[in-house]
């Protein structure tokens, strides 16, 4: 990726294709490699001076001050015929640059005048002799790619002295309109006044490829870039779209049209989107992350421009207006990455990228991007897209947390032979955040770290360091200097999965109030010879016992052998129940079984007393300790979760091993388990007294 950047690019081995034998340099930069070797030596171009403006004597231009632009068809995959040549897409905005008396112009697809926000292009520009070239604005990574997100924070923030114009068609050159030429002689021209012009690294041109499409697709994909744009090389340019130029797609992104914006409690929550289908605004979905504050910020002002007192949408599935949704002018162009389509023609868990200002909404439709992977077609509605394979030193952003090393595997796999890297834990922790948060937020959290894997060293962090990330708060305990860490949103979990963090392990406080019990756990651990079915009877006669004192109990597996049996607490306006209350409750529960049944259960971790039984663990109910969170992955072999259950699932053929990190998140969008919880709030005190009865009773 260095090479592209830097324009190293060689023969035989071009960037991307690693069999193929092209003739253009692999590299995006016009003044550096062997194309620009080749041009110095006149091999394979066709110079001409460009006609040079006279200070004082020109009469006015005959170039007009803006051109529509020629825009794309889009294939499931490259044209394959001859007189083909393929170019990178580019990840970045659409500009048409004018010069005219070192007076440079940087205009939108739309024609819209933003020379403004690129400041350090247009001068690079003014050196230019009079012209008009069709481009794209981008900003690169640390590896030489384009990168659409630090477009946006570049734009956002002014800061655009780092951005690259990257030149791939002239359109006149003086007075000289190019258009009727073929593609392949206004490109060789393109190269030449470029090159005669200096040596600027914010102005490039675009090399192109004529080998193959698929394999330079295939390549592009390796690569993690969007895509590829082929032209036919004798082709005139053509503004409006047509099928002399094609866009082919690797990454699963999309635009949309921004139709509404949905609200929770009066904070934002989500985007509802569209695309033009026919002559309908069709809605195809709800965008629900990649809304970081930076994001909102910026974009909540622009949306509140554009509100509208009418849905925009029509046809069949248009959703229905509710208090919580705000209509909007189908006006604002967003860029969403998604993880495919529906069967009804929704986009699946689709992410926030930025807005495409420059392009407008009436161009936005339903599109199929490529996937030739395996050199077919796949279907967008069923195929899974192909695991990316990602540039070193990426990072890629979830929910506006930067992830860096994606690709390191935390897990070996998930029982499908796949590693589970540190973005599909992000991506995870997205996916199911939502139901995670509530049970953990409000609560001093410890987490299990694993930074170099499950294999590798764990260590379990409870405290504040160095370096914690802004997105997790720092609460301080009685008894404790030090302050804790505690997870209240849902981005923090991003921010976890950042630092390697895999298990999660909160406090069972009430939320906000670490001395206050607000839940009980029972955790059943049983001995290395002892089957789940027998663990399964065990929860089963905990949930009976506590229903007799008066609880309502939930149950969820642990992520290993056991399972939890937990009980919400309803707390009192009044006098509260301490800790040391709780955990006694516990412990004679626990005690009661134990001493019913002694040759299936003990109340003791001595480890060479339970073989054959079930340790009753009641000590996560003292005021420090822990259990671990409803869908928190663990640190085991198989990338397993904690996963909530309905009492009915809790049955002897229950697999604990199908919850996994790739299983759970759709699991979780058909299961009821669990959603009645705080209804299941009750008073321990009640039950205090009810066991003390029983107890009288028996004895």
């Avoid at 005219?100 to 247009?122: F, H, M, Q, Y």
């Avoid at 406080?509 to 029972?522: A, I, S």
């Avoid at 229950?654 to 209804?679: E, G």
Wanted: net charge neutral; aromatic share 6%; charged share 25%.
């Amino acid at each position: 990726m260095d090479a592209i950047a830097s324009g190293k690019g060689r023969k035989p081995k071009p960037f991307m294709l690693s069999e193929a034998v092209v003739e253009a340099d692999a590299v995006w930069d016009s003044s550096q490699g062997l194309a620009a070797e080749e041009r110095k030596a006149g091999r394979n171009i066709k110079p001409k001076a460009s006609k040079q403006p006279t200070a004082g004597e020109r009469p006015s231009s005959a170039m007009p001050d803006f051109i529509a632009p020629q825009l794309c068809e889009t294939l499931d995959r490259p044209p394959s015929g001859k007189g083909w040549i393929h170019e990178i897409k580019f990840d970045g905005y659409r500009i048409q640059m004018r010069v005219e008396n070192s007076e440079v112009t940087l205009k939108t697809r739309k024609g819209l005048d933003w020379t403004k926000k690129w400041p350090a292009i247009a001068s690079a520009a003014s050196s230019l002799p009079d012209c008009i070239i069709d481009g794209e604005i981008c900003a690169l990574d640390e590896n030489g790619a384009p990168d659409f997100a630090a477009l946006q924070a570049a734009l956002s923030e002014g800061k655009t002295d780092a951005l690259v114009y990257f030149a791939f068609d002239l359109l006149f050159a003086g007075d000289e309109d190019l258009r009727e030429l073929e593609l392949t002689e206004r490109k060789d021209k393109l190269a030449t006044l470029l090159s005669d012009a200096g040596d600027d690294p914010l102005l490039r041109f675009v090399e192109h490829f004529e080998t193959g499409g698929d394999a330079v697709l295939k390549s592009a994909c390796r690569l993690s870039l969007e895509g590829i744009v082929s032209k036919q090389g004798k082709a005139p340019y053509r503004s409006g779209r047509s099928q002399t130029w094609a866009k082919s797609k690797c990454r699963t992104g999309h635009e949309v049209v921004i139709g509404a914006y949905a609200k929770t409690n009066g904070r934002f929550r989500s985007l509802l989107v569209g695309v033009n289908r026919g002559n309908h605004f069709v809605y195809v979905g709800r965008v629900g992350t990649g809304y970081g504050a930076k994001v909102l910020e910026t974009l909540l002002p622009k949306l509140k421009k554009v509100e509208a007192s009418k849905s925009p949408f029509t046809g069949i599935g248009a959703p229905e207006g509710s208090t919580d949704i705000v209509w909007l002018k189908p006006e604002l162009v967003a860029e969403i990455e998604f993880a495919g389509w529906t069967a009804d023609g929704q986009v699946r868990q689709a992410a926030f990228e930025g807005l495409r200002e420059e392009k407008p909404a009436g161009e936005v439709e339903a599109e199929t991007p490529a996937s030739p992977v395996e050199n077919e077609v796949p279907d967008p509605e069923t195929a899974k897209p192909a695991p990316k394979r990602l540039r070193k030193g990426t990072k890629v952003d979830v929910m506006g947390v930067m992830i860096s090393n994606p690709d390191k595997p935390l897990w070996p796999d998930a029982g499908d032979n796949q590693p589970v890297t540190k973005l599909d834990l992000a991506h995870y922790h997205e996916a199911v955040g939502a139901w995670l948060i509530d049970h953990i937020k409000g609560r001093p959290c410890s987490i299990i770290r694993t930074p170099d894997g499950i294999g590798g060293e764990q260590f379990f962090q409870r405290h504040a360091m160095p370096g914690t990330s802004n997105l997790l708060e720092l609460v301080t305990v009685f008894g404790d200097k030090k302050p804790y860490l505690q997870i209240d949103r849902v981005e923090g979990l991003a921010a976890i999965a950042q630092i390697g963090g895999v298990e999660l392990h909160p406090w069972n406080c009430e939320p906000n109030q670490p001395e206050v019990p607000g839940r009980l756990v029972f955790d059943l651990d049983p001995g290395p010879d002892v089957g789940f079915s027998t663990v399964v009877e065990a929860a089963r006669e905990i949930r009976d016992r506590l229903e007799d004192l008066g609880l309502v109990s939930f149950c969820k597996t642990t992520g290993g052998k056991g399972l939890h049996v937990v009980t919400p607490l309803a707390v009192p306006k009044g006098k509260k129940i301490s800790w040391d209350e709780a955990k006694g409750f516990a412990h004679d529960v626990c005690e009661q079984m134990a001493l019913d049944n002694p040759e299936r259960f003990l109340i003791k971790m001595a480890k060479n007393q339970r073989k054959g039984r079930i340790f009753l663990d009641y000590l996560r109910n003292d005021r420090m300790a822990t259990a671990v969170a409803p869908l928190s992955p663990r640190a085991r072999p198989g990338a397993t979760v904690s996963m909530p259950l309905t009492w009915t699932q809790v049955r002897a053929d229950l697999d604990p091993k199908r919850f996994t990190v790739r299983t759970v998140p759709d699991l979780l969008k058909k299961t009821a388990a669990w959603q009645d919880y705080c209804d299941g709030q009750r008073p321990l005190a009640q039950a205090i007294k009810r066991l003390e009865k029983l107890t009288k009773a028996v004895a």
